[in-house]
Nanobody, 123 residues
């Protein structure tokens, strides 16, 4: 069993930066692929970024490529999302995701979800 808790969301002006964290419980954190999804009001939950269990592979949605960076520290059981050059369209609730067989945008392969953290970018 893995529990995920996100933090770091907030209100920022366009062009600003935020760093999200996802703290995980459970002894097998390092075995899980992990990622971030986001959901804007009235819209579906969309893939943002993915990182493999070792951190050796990453994958990004085209909309955030070059602006967001995903990373993880297995010793601290924590995953991060550094978000730079934020745009109003990045406004959403951001969810942490994890799974033994989870890969990138494939929501069906996610085993665990966090509760979400709100990111609001003002213009």
């Amino acid at each position: 069993q893995v529990q995920l808790v996100e933090s770091g969301g907030g209100l920022v002006q366009a062009g600003g930066s935020l760093r999200l964290s996802c703290a995980a419980s459970g002894r097998t954190f390092s075995n899980y692929g992990m990622g971030w999804f986001r959901q804007a009001p009235g819209k579906e939950r969309l893939f943002v970024a993915y990182i493999s269990w070792s951190g050796g592979s990453t994958y990004y949605a085209d909309s955030v490529k070059g602006r967001f960076t995903i990373s993880r520290d297995n010793a601290k059981k924590t995953m991060y999302l550094q978000m730079n050059s934020l745009l109003p369209e990045d406004t959403a609730v951001y969810y942490c995701a994890a799974g033994l067989n989870y890969i990138a945008y494939r929501r069906s392969t996610v085993d665990y979800w966090g509760q979400g953290t709100q990111v609001t970018v003002s213009s």
